[in-house]
């Protein structure tokens, strides 16, 4: 067995170990499972049954370890003054504004706040408050809503790097915001940073019914075109060498910038190695990155794989276009992508949307029946789209005319992209 086989089989394994504690399969029958799986592809070859067992079972037990010191100390239904830092960005929006407080000793877990949009809090304020803390409807995570008596004890505690971050984040946005339309601010600001706290209900419902929702979630796609587009720009500045490590050192940077979550985080690892890999002319494994960038994920926190239902998503998304794209390809026989490459993007669409059904099926309900035609008309144009608003928010640092010129371009595109969206998101059932 190669050494790219060894890491991506034990890998696998603990994982697997993981997932089984995590969904609540007991230990012993999630060990016969494993070991009928690695007799499958094994055949007799005991020792290395006998070693994913093994590294299956420490999946399995540190999952189990991590929840045991991580119970919630959360006091839930009743009163209680609650002091703590916020942590995260928080999100702005018309009704409310959410963040999440990392509690003070010995309250534990973090809790999701909700306050009245008129108080002005930030990242890294200590503040504290009174509330009744209760769980979400599926039980994952401990919220107050709209408690009493807020105060700001303390401001500027949190990490002055990340601080810094989404001082620049913002910018960006008040950037796209001071040249374009407010809807087509928003949804620049979502393709680029996937900021979604300007989104008109009425724009979020056009993008769920339309299966374009994943437009604004950001990919490793969405990284290698904004890190190609950097790389071009500082090549001017400096030479190329320096300007792409420059670029690979931005992907932890942006990554932290739009709120670390799961899929950014995992576009970021896997952005970060494909473009490492490509200019040390190494060989590149999208199966291993794909088990690792998960594995080191889940070291972190070991319940995203049962409780994240953005962790979820991502990977089997990217697991469909994978695995099941090329399969579809061969079968089909198409040996181009046709115009506007309606092909390629009709079959990784139809792909992804195959992959993520069963969880979007038990999590939502409900599948787009319009995604295929909605995306074929809409993701040539994204890079575009992309490049237009990157332009468009970094010159506005500096000349507003000038970013009112590119912004142009970059108004034509979302005008088009926009109208796709709504003539999809027809309520055909």
Known sequence: MTLFDRA??????????????????????????????????????????LLFI???????????????????????????????????????????????LELEKPDGDPL???????????????????GIAEESSNGKVYMVSFPENVLILEKKKGNPIKETLFGIKEKLVDNLKA?????????????????????????????????????VALSGYNIAILVATLSSGLAYVCNRRKAFWLSLAAIPAFVIMT???????????????????????RVYSLRNTITLTAAAMLVYNPQLLS????????????????????WLTKRLRWKNGGFLNWKTSALQTLSAQLSVLPIILSTFGFVSPTAPITNI????????TMLAGLLTALTGFFSYYLSAFIGWGANLLLSYEIFIIRFFALDWF
């Open 259 to 281: 709120g670390a979550e799961a899929s950014v985080v995992r576009a970021g690892i896997m952005g970060f190695i494909m473009l490492l890999a490509v200019q040390q002319e």
């Open 54 to 100: 093994l590294v299956c079972s420490v999946g399995y037990f540190y999952h189990d370890l991590y929840v045991v010191l991580h119970t919630s100390e959360v006091p839930l239904g009743e009163e209680h003054t609650y002091t703590g830092l916020v942590v995260g960005e928080p999100e702005y929006g018309i009704k409310s504004t959410a963040f999440d």
């Open 8 to 49: 991506f089989y034990l890998t696998l394994f603990f994982i697997l170990g993981i997932g089984a504690a995590g969904f609540g399969i007991a230990i012993w029958p999630s060990l016969i499972i494993v070991a009928a799986i690695g007799f499958f592809l094994f055949s007799f070859r005991l020792k290395q049954i």
């Open 112 to 130: 999701r706040v909700y306050l009245s949009p008129t108080n002005a809090i930030h990242y890294g304020d200590i503040i504290s408050f009174q």
């Open 377 to 384: 008309l809409i993701l040539e144009f994204i890079p575009l």
């Open 307 to 326: 409780e994240d239902v953005g962790f979820q998503l991502s990977f089997a998304a990217l697991l469909g276009i994978v695995y099941v794209y090329p």
């Open 179 to 215: 040249v374009l339309p407010s809807e087509k601010a928003a949804l620049m600001s979502g393709i680029l940073l996937g900021e979604r706290a300007e989104f008109t209900p009425a724009l979020e419902e056009a993008m769920r019914l339309s299966g374009t929702t994943h437009i």
